[in-house]
DNA sequence: CTTGGTGCAAATCGTTTGCACCGTC
DNA sequence: GACGGTGCAAACGATTTGCACCAAG
């Protein structure tokens, strides 16, 4: 699991010196919420991840992970995503992708295309903007959603 | 013709027949509603929207407003924008065009990219999905966010 | 007169905050 | 020891729901 370990390690360290550089402190729970966050592939909600972390570490109150993942954010550690239906998932920073989302069964494809990121640089500067990040969503229905006729509506 | 006038009425012609194919009821509050919803030119939340009827309608609650929103969307005439933040806007139906935000200043800023829109098919193909909508969104900061230096961070 | 709609207030949901105590630096 | 972090529970803001009454069909 190298590149797995180079990525637990490096945020890891990230976060270490993030919260010396604020005079923040470096804590157990902060470890353990990070180490939970960084277990998980994808997405993950902000409350799902309190689960997640109550699981193996039941003393962690909810308060402490919502904290936990904004200072993550802060830190350029997190990302959160905000998603149609109005739920937010955190993804791990620096796994930069747009999505492709099926409605039918949820399901996240994760998708780069060079040429729609330059074609954004030139909307952008078009309109005089600095850009900082962007937020590229498609909708539809998979394969299997099609098939099973799920995409009926 | 002033198209505005053509969207108004065919918004409320699109809206009685949704009611009428699904047993619904055509009601004062609903035609208040959309009708304030159609007077707003961008994009408005759910709150906005209620102070806006409110103050034109006053015995018109809160719970009607969120209902008939949902309701517009249902019926194709609204649709729901989530935002970085966690803010949701609504938005006219039909009126399709992607977004260009300023996080200095907040101004929202609309377009249209065909050669974005044919990539975004081409992505979908290729992973077998049927796109049924999208949602863009560009995040920076505007000329005068970035000459007022409102862009340091 | 039947059935869906409305207003109100109470309930809910996800998230945030105040505060007394605890652990890092 | 000082000061930031934590857990808990209470507070919160936006949205939803239960219910008795109202009005469109």
Same mark, same amino acid.
């Given at each position: 699991?190298?590149?797995?370990?180079?990525?637990?390690?490096?945020?890891?360290? %990230?976060? !270490?010196?993030?919260?010396?550089?604020?005079?923040?402190?470096? !804590?157990? %729970?902060?470890?353990?919420? +990070?180490?939970? @966050? +960084?277990?998980?592939?994808?997405?993950? !909600?902000?409350?799902?991840?309190?689960?997640?972390?109550?699981? %193996?570490?039941?003393?962690?109150?909810?308060?402490?992970?919502?904290?936990?993942?904004? +200072? @993550?954010?802060?830190?350029?550690?997190?990302?959160? &995503?905000? @998603?149609?239906?109005?739920? !937010? &998932?955190?993804?791990?920073?620096?796994?930069?992708?747009?999505? +492709?989302?099926?409605?039918?069964?949820?399901?996240?494809?994760? @998708?780069?295309?060079?040429?729609?990121?330059?074609?954004?640089?030139?909307?952008?500067?078009?309109?005089?903007?600095? &850009?900082?990040?962007?937020?590229?969503?498609?909708?539809?229905?998979?394969?299997?959603?099609?098939?099973?006729?799920?995409?009926?509506?």
């Amino acid at each position: 699991m190298s590149e797995h370990q180079t990525e637990q390690d490096g945020a890891r360290t %990230q976060l !270490t010196e993030y919260l010396a550089r604020n005079g923040m402190k470096q !804590t157990r %729970q902060r470890e353990a919420i +990070l180490e939970s @966050f +960084l277990g998980v592939s994808g997405h993950i !909600t902000s409350e799902n991840l309190y689960e997640y972390v109550r699981a %193996q570490y039941p003393d962690i109150g909810a308060a402490t992970v919502y904290r936990a993942l904004k +200072l @993550f954010c802060d830190a350029g550690l997190a990302h959160a &995503l905000h @998603f149609q239906d109005g739920v !937010t &998932l955190y993804e791990h920073e620096g796994h930069h992708h747009d999505h +492709l989302i099926c409605v039918g069964c949820g399901e996240i494809v994760e @998708f780069e295309c060079d040429d729609i990121e330059d074609f954004q640089l030139r909307i952008a500067r078009d309109h005089g903007y600095r &850009l900082t990040k962007h937020r590229h969503h498609l909708y539809g229905y998979c394969a299997k959603c099609q098939s099973s006729g799920t995409d009926r509506k």
